[in-house]
Structures are given as C-alpha cells and as structure tokens.
C-alpha cells in the first residue's frame, strides 16, 4: 500500500487525483491531504478519505476544520509552514505535488530531502529551481514521476531506452482555445474566452496559460531539467486533438509517442502505480472516433509567451524565475480584468529586462526574486500599463 500526501486536494488535479485513489483502494492510501482557502471542500475529502492529517493554508479557516474533523482523530495544522514540512511525515511515501504555482516549490525540496518518492504536477517547482531540485533528487536517490501529461508521455516513451540515445523530444500543445486567432482578434478577448479550453478540464491559472502558450513555455523549461535536455533538444508542434501527448525521437531516427484519451486521471494513476501498471476502468481512446491527427508548427509571433520561456531557459540563473513569477502575477490581474490578454507576455518581457539577474541563485534568491517581480509587475501595471 502506498501511502500518499495529497497537496492542493481542492483543486482539479487533486479531485482527480483522489478519484484515482478511491478506485485503487487497495493500493493506495490518502494520509495528508491540503488546501489553501476551500476548507469545506476540504472537510468533505477529509471525512471520506480519513487521512492522518490535514493542512488548511488560510488560518482564518482553521477552527472551522478544526472543529468538523474532531470526531475523526485526524491532526488539522495550519499556515504555510505547516503547508511546506507536512510532506515530512513518516507516514508519507509519496507526495503528490498539486499546488500551482512557486507555492509548491518548497514542499518539493522538503519532500526530496526527507526522501520521499514526488509525484509532481506543478511544473514551477522546477522552472523556478529546476538545476538544485534535479541535483539535490540525484543526490538523494528519490525518484520524481511527472504528472504533466507530456511529461508522463516523454517519461513512459523512455522506460527501458538509455538517455544518451535521446536525439530530440516533441512536447505537444493542443493550441488552447485562441488556436489560429490573430493578435487583432486577441485584443479584446475576455477571461471567459481565454478559460475556455478545447479539450481538457484544468484550473483557471493553468487554462490562461494554455491560451496564452506559456504552459507549453514552461513545459519546456520542465523537460529540461526532468530529462536532462539542451534547449535545442526540445521543440513544441501544435497538436489541437490532444491525442499524441507527446514523441520522443530517438538518435537512429526511430520515434515512440504515448497516445490517450485527454483525461488527467491517466498520467495521475501511472504516477501513483510506478513502476507498476495498475488496470483501471477510465475510457478506453477509440482510433475510429479520430481519423486525422494534425500537427503544426506554432505561431510564435502572436503568442510570444513561448519565446520569452526559451529566453529564460537559455539564460538559466534566476531568469526562469523571474518569467515565471511575473506570468502568475500578470495572470492573476487578467483574471481580475486589470490588464488585457496581450498585456501578459508585454509585463513578462519588462520584468525580464528589469528585475536583477542572479548567475547562481541559491533558494533565499528565488524566493526573493519570486516577491520582488511579483511587487515590480503590480507597479508596472500601475504606471506603465494603461489600466483596464
């Protein structure tokens, strides 16, 4: 039985997640589970899956879960420090990273130095600190399983392959919901457009990133760092029926792809299982319901979020830290209708330009340069940035 610490267990890769769980009972077990603001959700997880502990992140929300978990004998903790060290239990096996955003940063280091398997489904853990997490995991001996689905593609196309005979990876991006659309169009997009993805069910930081391409940006940075990649090494093609979920080519010109049906719960369920494949009961994908796949080359110049994660991959540093910092603050204002939809990569790229760069950040410096482009993209849109 494999005994699991379920952070961000509110959210959509969380509810999936625990679906997974419930349908494996006999293999997996729920001991931590997490949320930041959504307490009566949590409660709710909590009293079906009765694990050991539970964290809620807002302290204002703590006697509440307090005080509905009493009868169960479950530990309720509180606050972001509590939140970072919980994954340090011993009754942990596994912790299944679903927080979004640099929020999930530290509890996957601490995870890693308590030698915990990660099975990591937040991609800026290792954008923002993709060089001393992939180090500090080799020197540790843990194993960190991707739950991106191409990520889990390009990991599942490599089992039994030597690395060295990787030429390049395919990273697939179904386009989002602006596929085609021309920067005119893009003008005056809402957020009700920009969530609305064509074919899978996410959160509403990671759908304004796919419409925007910075997704499969910091995809790229991911890559990087789990599959020890050049930059030159990865290349992302456009693949709007989301089927092939990612190819890797190999050096003798042969390539492998894992195919699916668009539903997270597979990468999640091949995460928890590994190195074993556990049957399930998900939807089998139908060849005759898909007769033509299509891929092509995206559009760069319309949606310069992509570039710009290139950029800060190919300067390392405390750059890719700064891209990604700046990306959640300039979403979050486009979610709230502060600034435009094109208005994103602009503060992406002034942030780049203007906050300080580090060559050799240790993690005091991504934390600080996590807060001080986070202050630095408000002020943009403040002064420089018309106003919505």
């Known amino acids: 039985m494999k005994r699991i610490a379920l952070l961000g267990s509110t959210g959509s890769i969380g509810k999936q997640a625990l679906e997974v769980v419930k349908a494996n009972s006999r293999q997996f077990k729920i001991v931590v589970l997490t949320a930041q603001n959504n307490a009566e959700k949590l409660?709710?997880?909590?009293?079906?899956?009765?694990?050991?502990?539970?964290?809620?992140?807002?302290?204002?929300?703590?006697?509440?879960?307090?005080?509905?978990?009493?009868?169960?004998?479950?530990?309720?903790?509180?606050?972001?420090?509590?939140l970072n060290s919980i994954v340090e239990m011993d009754q942990v096996d596994t912790a299944l990273i679903a927080l979004v955003g640099f929020a999930g940063l530290i509890p996957a280091v601490n995870a890693i130095k308590a030698g915990k398997e990660v099975a990591l489904a937040n991609k800026e853990s290792l954008v923002v600190a993709g060089e001393l997490i992939s180090s500090m995991a080799q020197e540790?001996?843990?194993?960190?399983?991707?739950?991106?689905?191409?990520?889990?593609?390009?990991?599942?196309?490599?089992?039994?392959?030597?690395?060295?005979?990787?030429?390049?990876?395919?990273?697939?991006a179904s386009g989002g919901p602006f596929f085609g659309k021309s920067i005119d169009y893009l003008e005056n997009v809402t957020v009700k457009q920009a969530l609305a993805h064509p074919r899978w069910d996410m959160g509403q930081k990671i759908s304004i990133d796919s419409a925007?391409?910075?997704?499969?940006?910091?995809?790229?940075?991911?890559?990087?760092?789990?599959?020890?990649?050049?930059?030159?090494?990865?290349?992302?093609?456009?693949?709007?029926?989301?089927?092939?979920?990612?190819?890797?080519?190999?050096?003798?010109g042969s390539m492998k792809a894992q195919l699916g049906p668009a539903d997270m719960r597979f990468p999640i369920h091949f995460a928890l299982s590994y190195p074993e494949r556990l049957q399930n009961q998900f939807p089998r994908f139908d060849f005759l319901q898909h007769p033509q796949l299509t891929f092509l080359e995206p559009d760069r110049k319309t949606f310069r979020s992509l570039d710009l994660a290139y950029y800060a991959l190919s300067k390392r540093g405390n750059m890719p830290c700064i891209l990604n910092a700046a990306n959640e603050a300039a979403v979050d204002m486009f979610l709230k209708g502060q600034i435009t939809f094109l208005q994103i990569p602009e503060i992406i790229e002034q942030c780049l330009v203007d906050i300080p760069y580090i060559i050799?950040?240790?993690?005091?410096?991504?934390?600080?340069?996590?807060?001080?482009?986070?202050?630095?993209?408000?002020?943009l849109v403040n002064v420089q940035f018309k106003p919505v």
């Not at 009293?47 to 929300?61: K, L, T, Y």
């Not at 950040?361 to 002020?379: G, S, V």
């Open 43 to 82: 409660i709710e997880q909590a009293i079906e899956f009765r694990p050991d502990a539970v964290v809620i992140g807002c302290r204002n929300s703590y006697e509440m879960v307090r005080s509905a978990l009493a009868p169960f004998d479950i530990k309720v903790h509180s606050g972001m420090d509590a």
């Open 140 to 172: 540790k001996g843990v194993r960190i399983i991707p739950i991106d689905s191409e990520h889990s593609a390009i990991f599942q196309c490599m089992m039994g392959e030597n690395p060295q005979n990787v030429e390049k990876i395919f990273l697939t």
């Open 212 to 252: 925007s391409l910075m997704n499969k940006g910091l995809e790229v940075i991911e890559a990087k760092w789990l599959f020890n990649l050049s930059p030159d090494q990865i290349e992302v093609i456009i693949h709007p029926e989301s089927v092939v979920h990612s190819i890797v080519q190999f050096i003798d």
């Open 360 to 379: 050799s950040p240790d993690l005091e410096d991504l934390n600080q340069t996590n807060r001080q482009t986070k202050t630095h993209a408000i002020h």
